[in-house]
């Protein structure tokens, strides 16, 4: 986890940020049956294939997994810890494999451009989860606007 969060005073200044320059990347603890739990009702998806062993097994799943969109919340976390929320002004990803139960999620995002748009100066930002022996779960962008 990110032991700093960036404030709207201490914002990354665009002139110093480099193509390649790598954000502060956090690990998930393991996904626990308690978190998925948590989070239908937090998000209101409570798709039982997240939840209900029995379910997910009879869908020709070997147990339940994680919603996408709770891998999406860590990397928009993973964004709010470097920038404040209105910096953001894009933020797509792309699912492309199951996170399962007992997987560590590490979120991480890179530069990959700078350019001026719509009278701003912004940077786009690839984001990526993987789990704990590398294998890629979601995949995505961010585009940020930096003073």
């Not at 110093?16 to 626990?32: A, K, N």
């Not at 709770?70 to 492309?96: H, K, N, Y």
């Not at 530069?111 to 748009?117: F, I, R, S, Y």
Request: proline share 5%.
């Amino acid at each position: 986890m990110s032991d700093t969060k960036q404030t709207s005073s201490a914002l990354p200044a665009f002139d110093t940020l480099q193509v390649g320059d790598e954000l502060p990347s956090f690990e998930t603890p393991p996904i626990s049956r308690l978190t998925l739990a948590l989070y239908c009702g937090a998000s209101g998806d409570h798709n039982p294939i997240h939840v209900d062993s029995d379910y997910a097994r009879a869908a020709g799943m070997p147990d339940v997994f994680a919603h996408g969109m709770l891998s999406m919340a860590w990397l928009g976390r993973l964004l709010t810890d470097w920038v404040p929320q209105s910096a953001i002004r894009e933020f797509s990803v792309r699912f492309v494999a199951i996170t399962h139960v007992g997987e560590r999620i590490r979120c991480a995002g890179r530069v990959v451009e700078k350019l001026e748009q719509d009278g701003e100066r912004r940077v786009r930002i690839e984001v990526t989860t993987t789990n704990q022996d590398g294998q890629q779960k979601l995949s995505g962008e961010a585009l940020i606007a930096l003073p």
